[in-house]
């Protein structure tokens, strides 16, 4: 039998699985598993969570990450290998391109990965870093412990079985080998796995896993294409290499899934040819024919901007699809996850993926409650080896945020004013004061006021603001050419509460504060805002002596206060960022104002806090009430300046504010992060789980801000 003829028969049979499938009744919820063709699928009653399993952009190793929503994850291990990779790797020593499935029976997992270490060029006598000479078969019971297979493809027909794929079972029909000499292969790249359920051995057996990658042999061909062979039930055999598709030009990354929305296998892949980037392409049958893509339908956000390695999955409760990719024309690269409808087109949405040291080429796999505890149990228990420890931050115990930093004139120390975290939705009611008289060792006050206490704003005591405001006597009439002198301070403390803005007022910087107005002093309803009242700041212009308060969520609003630092001045009331310009300014909230050497410096936080995401960004303006730089609009500065750090597994860092020690140039930034370590495995609830750091941060010579790094 010749190629051609044995592709037909196999996509005969493919046909008629389908056909066959698609007319019976679809399983429902409580069935053990979806059974379809292609990969084996948790349905949603027993998907708990998932999990990433992708080459590092670290090494040459493979990593996992865990998620219970899909869109935010957290490293196992702080992102190091899952296994030794000398060990797994027979060619090279290094795993890269993780795909990971389950068996087809449920009886354990699959892993493929391209053998290649572009570390050991000399060592290998590689002509190129890139070069590489086969690919690693792996198969585990747990997830956590793996045993490996290595082909190098140089060797031909001494790794390939004789097996012929033939409805006669003859086993002296041989299928033509693609290369007249294997030992010129240069490149196989990016194995992935699906279960071909009509693949026909030649002992009758019925099933098996196909293989397929891209692979090169210049002295045979001009560019990369696609190839497939099928591995046995024992993943450590597998048959001689087919071609899959040529379309005239260069294919990597190829990943296939059946999609029962239109009964048809769906691929993504990345192509060279025509308009560059990740598209799709539907056949009927596995082995093909696999038509070209529409260049009119692809993932485009990237503009010219290159990516590669997609992995398609989809979210419990979803019909459409998650498309998961590497772009990596940006330095340092971005995996991004986009959207995708049922029929695997449409794509929207894209994100960068949360919460992932390194991450890179991979897959997704739906995990049960079991596995997912198990193998966060397995990384639990060795974290200590792989996780630094904390040095200098959090500066003081518990779980806090959005801190408030002030120097205190009438004691000479510094004191920090948080939101009291660690509650379900933000639900507090108390605010806490902590002092000190060096930044490093902090005294907790205590309760400094609790909206228990009040007659409204019960609960929601949020990201609060102080300043310290000096108190004078006027001198007497017949005394004016005297100066006023200073008999001591008043502190104004801003405060949310129910969603909306009160002061509260106290004589000493550690309280007990006052309600000083008996109610809200500004709300949604009070003020007109679009959104809710939340996040003041409060800030003294020293050129004018002027206070101002500034505040909003998705917005930002400010005033000018009155003389008694508990209204405001009438007509002042303005917005500096509408909401329909959020996007163009990276605005969402947590404003703070500061001034340095004549400039007014806006700083706020981008993504939402319980974003692993949650970052600093900052403007430069020339006046305290409009956004203004030399006469022109004033413009974000494209710099982040406080950002996560997945190599310390640091995240969340954002909501912050600036301490200036006085009489010096000397600038610190106080800011939350997620608790370390365990904030970032809680998901989204990280958010509710944060703790208070501080770190130096430093000018340039143009008054710009250098990126503050979070320290341990």
Aim: proline share 6%; hydrophobic share 30%.
């Amino acid at each position: 039998m010749n190629g051609s003829n044995h592709d037909n028969m196999r996509r005969l049979t493919t046909t008629i699985a389908i056909l066959g499938l698609a007319m019976m009744p679809a399983m429902g919820q409580g069935t053990a598993m979806a059974q379809r063709p292609g990969n084996l699928q948790l349905p949603d009653d027993e998907t708990y969570g998932y999990l990433y399993c992708h080459m590092s952009d670290r090494g040459q190793w493979t990593a996992y990450a865990l998620s219970e929503d899909g869109l935010h994850f957290h490293d196992l291990l702080c992102g190091d290998s899952i296994f030794s990779p000398t060990q797994m790797a027979g060619i090279e020593g290094g795993t890269r391109d993780a795909y990971i499935c389950r068996r087809h029976d449920n009886k354990g997992f699959l892993m493929v990965t391209t053998d290649m270490n572009n570390r050991a060029t000399r060592r290998m006598g590689k002509s190129s870093e890139w070069e590489n000479y086969g690919i690693d078969l792996m198969t585990s019971t747990d997830l956590i412990n793996w045993q490996s297979t290595s082909f190098d493809f140089r060797k031909g027909s001494a790794i390939f079985t004789d097996f012929t794929n033939d409805k006669t079972g003859k086993e002296d029909l041989q299928i033509k080998p693609v290369y007249n000499d294997f030992s010129k292969i240069c490149r196989v790249w990016a194995p992935q796995v699906i279960w071909d359920d009509s693949y026909l051995w030649p002992d009758g057996t019925v099933g098996g896993y196909m293989i397929y990658f891209s692979m090169l042999n210049r002295a045979e061909e001009k560019y990369d294409r696609m190839y497939y062979v099928h591995a046995d039930d024992s993943f450590t055999r597998i048959t001689q290499p087919q071609l899959l598709f040529d379309w005239g030009y260069a294919t990597i990354d190829a990943d296939i899934n059946w999609l029962p929305s239109d009964s048809m296998y769906h691929m993504m892949i990345k192509k060279e040819g025509g308009t560059p980037g990740i598209f799709t392409s539907a056949s009927a049958s596995l082995t093909g024919p696999w038509p070209e893509p529409d260049d009119k339908d692809y993932v485009s956000f990237e503009g010219r901007k290159n990516c590669e390695g997609a992995s398609a999955f989809q979210l419990k409760g979803e019909e459409g699809w998650q498309i998961g990719y590497i772009e990596y024309s940006s330095n340092p690269r971005r995996y991004r996850i986009c959207k995708a409808d049922k029929y695997m087109r449409r794509f929207s949405n894209p994100q960068d993926i949360e919460g992932v040291y390194g991450p890179q080429h991979g897959s997704f796999m739906r995990v049960t409650e079991h596995e997912y505890k198990r193998l966060q149990a397995w990384s639990d228990a060795q974290e200590s080896a792989h996780l630094a420890p904390d040095v200098n931050n959090p500066v003081f115990q518990g779980l806090h945020a959005d801190p408030e930093v002030l120097y205190s004139n009438l004691t000479g120390k510094y004191y920090i004013y948080p939101t009291t975290d660690g509650s379900y939705q933000w639900h507090n009611h108390d605010f806490k004061c902590f002092s000190s008289d060096d930044l490093k060792t902090w005294t907790d006050e205590g309760v400094i006021l609790d909206l228990q206490d009040l007659d409204w704003g019960k609960e929601y005591a949020w990201a609060p603001t102080i300043i310290e405001k000096p108190v004078y006597r006027q001198p007497k009439l017949f005394r004016k050419w005297r100066e006023p002198k200073l008999t001591g301070y008043k502190y104004y403390y801003y405060f949310v509460g129910n969603k909306s803005i009160g002061v509260a007022v106290a004589d000493h910087p550690a309280g007990p504060f006052k309600d000083a107005i008996g109610g809200p002093m500004m709300t949604q309803e009070s003020i007109g805002a679009p959104n809710i009242t939340i996040d003041p700041d409060v800030f003294q212009d020293p050129k004018t002596g002027k206070y101002y308060l500034y505040w909003g969520n998705s917005y930002l609003w400010m005033a000018e206060l009155a003389d008694d630092m508990v209204s405001l001045v009438p007509g002042t009331m303005h917005e500096l960022i509408p909401r329909s310009r959020i996007g163009e300014y990276h605005y969402l909230e947590g404003t703070y104002v500061f001034e340095r050497n004549g400039l007014y410096y806006f700083m706020w936080s981008e993504n939402i806090t319980r974003s692993a995401r949650y970052c600093v960004r900052y403007l430069i303006s020339d006046s305290p009430t409009e956004l203004v730089r030399n006469g022109q609009p004033a413009k974000v500065q494209e710099q982040i300046i406080l950002q996560q750090d997945p190599s310390r597994q640091i995240f969340g860092t954002g909501h912050n504010a600036v301490l200036n020690i006085p009489g010096t140039d000397d600038w610190y930034m106080v800011y939350h992060r997620f608790t370390r370590p365990e904030g970032i495995k809680m998901g989204l609830s990280g958010g509710y789980n944060r703790e208070i750091c501080i770190d130096p941060m430093y000018f340039n010579e143009d008054g710009t801000i250098r990126p503050v790094r979070p320290s341990l």
